[in-house]
């Protein structure tokens, strides 16, 4: 009867946090590992709000916070409930991005409006970010803006992982988005990460071989067993 929407629910309500523990580890993860974070709120109602620069990003898509999407008119609302950040804590927002430039069966066709800008920006950035946050004890939020500018580079490990994730839970819940995406991709995504590994991420590397060898067409889960059949058939054809 585990109801994880549920929890959610009542965790956000209540300005908490929730936790399903089925093993030691888990236990060890929430209640020791990331205890102080969970009681110890550094900035609560945390916002951050992107504009993407349409010289050079026609098309984006958030990765995941379905439940967290505010209306643009709530990011400087103080009254507008948001979320909490422990000490330690870190969140990582993955999107999607489609450059200017770059065909797509995803995007829709949409007239320029009339009225507006249209898009025809000479500035360098390709986006400007804005997050807004409140001390534990204030009412006021305060405001960090910065631009992000420079060309494309190589993911650092900690990206590399986080997409691998994200592309995993892509999978499993069969998101319209997932395109040639599969579990041996996920997993040839992993073998380029290079830092260190600790217990959980060990323990998703387990989740994702499991998951593609569950998944492998029929016909070469059972090239994998021929050697062995093999071995047993001349076994006994020595005993006869």
């Known amino acids: 009867n585990y109801k994880d929407d549920k929890m959610e629910l009542l965790a956000d309500k209540g300005n908490g946090n929730y936790a399903y523990i089925d093993q030691l580890l888990e236990a060890k993860k929430v209640l020791v590992k990331e205890f102080g974070c969970t009681m110890h709120t550094i900035a609560k109602d945390v916002k951050f709000q992107l504009e993407f620069n349409p010289s050079k990003v026609q098309g984006y898509r958030l990765i995941g916070y379905e439940n967290r999407i505010l209306n643009a008119e709530d990011f400087n609302d103080d009254r507008k409930d948001a979320g ?33 800008n249209n898009g025809t920006s000479s500035s360098k ?57 599969n579990y041996e991709l996920v997993g040839e995504l992993l073998q380029q990460y290079t830092g260190m590994i600790n217990e959980y991420m060990l323990e998703f590397k387990q989740l994702v071989q499991a998951a593609h060898l569950r998944n492998r067409p029929s016909s070469e889960a059972l090239r994998g067993c021929e050697p062995q059949q093999c071995v047993l058939g001349h076994a006994n054809s020595n005993l006869e």
């Open 84 to 116: 909490e950040m422990g000490s330690g804590h870190t969140v990582t927002a993955l999107y999607e991005i489609i450059p200017v430039g770059v065909e797509s069966t995803i995007l829709t066709s949409v007239d320029d409006l009339k009225y507006q």
């Open 125 to 181: 950035d390709w986006l400007t970010l804005k997050l807004r946050y409140k001390r534990p004890s204030d009412t006021k939020s305060m405001l960090i803006e910065k631009e992000i500018t420079g060309a494309p580079r190589k993911m650092k490990d900690d990206f590399i992982w986080s997409s691998a994730v994200a592309g995993f839970a892509m999978i499993l819940r069969n998101s319209e988005y997932i395109g040639d995406l």
